[in-house]
């Protein structure tokens, strides 16, 4: 079940943005990101805003969804030109949902949509997620030509058992096989995600999946904990005792776990749950959240955030269409965050990175605080006494916990 969209302020019927958030955008960046909201099946563990066949019945259809997505963006130049803002797009990000169930040519409508209305940077990053039971030659062949430059694959486990609690439906040894198509087709950057801590899951089967990621010569892996969703399947199987809840020891270990396996093959962590092989490979769009940019998010349920104004999109596909083929925005509700709003994002996102948080964003007391995250091995010393806050190993696994102190939690 998907997850509810927060409450917030009246969005305007014409999506318009106060002149506030055109200020200081020569400083930040412009992203788009695509969100696909069908799947063929639903995973027991998602609760992303995602729609099987039979959950949309005939309100809803890929191509209706095609065409809004095409008014949103027109939508989307519309208003950031009424504020002046003339930015090119540096990235592109689509996700879902399965946007490889659409084929190649939506998805490549939709990036040429892009460069007719904003224009993209001439290293722009175009990024597409995909499922590997959905991923073909012909599909990957398509995107190349297309203008997309790098490929995010769902793995998840290479171990058929943690494949089937996850309700995952592709076969082991299918990534690595589309890995090999896609860098056939001249994709640039490849990525895998795998998800640890599933009940059922062994430090062994872990260290198998690690290793067929590694093998498979991508030059990006995120690894992220299983996380139980309320109103999820798996949630519901948890609570009538069917699975275990996963336990944070044990998810600390299979942290540590990921860091040796991918640093010992050269892959460098950048965010708490991302490594990659170079600077170049490390995906900018989602660096671009973290750092605070500027993104329109596209889609039903999808986010956007402007020069400091956030607003989400209605959930369901019926309703964005509808809103959109009657020349209105999509937005649901909106807020527009305060300078402690900002901070908070700030501290809470950039003490992630590896590149650290700036010692300028912390005020006294929270500087105090650093000092005792620092002396108990949470933080870096020598990094913070050089002006920047970056978590040590321990500290990553922590990560959460030093922000909301630093912030006076």
Known sequence: MPSALPAGDPAPADGALPPS??????????SIYLHVPFCATRCGYCDFNTYTAGELGTDSSQQGWLHAALLELELAGRTLRALGDNRSVSTVFVGGG???????????ALLDKIGGEFGLAADAEVTTEANPESTDAAFLDGIVAGGFTRLSLGMQSAAPHVLAVLDRTHTPGRPQQVVAMAKRAGLAHLSLDLIYGT????EADFADSLSAALAAGVDHVSAYSLIVEPGTRMARQVARGELPMPDDDLLADRY????AA????????????NWAASDTARCRHNLA???GGD??????????????VRWWNVKHPAAYAQRLNAGRSPAQAREVLDQQAQHTERVLLGLRLAEGLPVGDLDPPALRQAEREAADGLLDPDALAGGRLLLTLRGRLLADGIALRLLGG
Do not use: N
């Open 21 to 30: 958030a055109g200020a200081g955008r020569s400083d930040r960046t412009l």
């Open 256 to 259: 540590l776990q990921a860091e």
């Open 199 to 202: 009940p059922t899951e062994t």
């Open 295 to 308: 993104w329109w998010g596209i889609g039903p349920g999808a986010h956007s955030h402007v020069g400091g």
């Open 98 to 108: 399965t946007p490889s169930l659409l084929g190649a040519g939506p998805l490549v």
């Open 289 to 291: 959240y973290w750092r």
């Open 262 to 273: 991918l640093s010992a093959e050269g892959l460098s962590w950048y965010e708490v749950s």
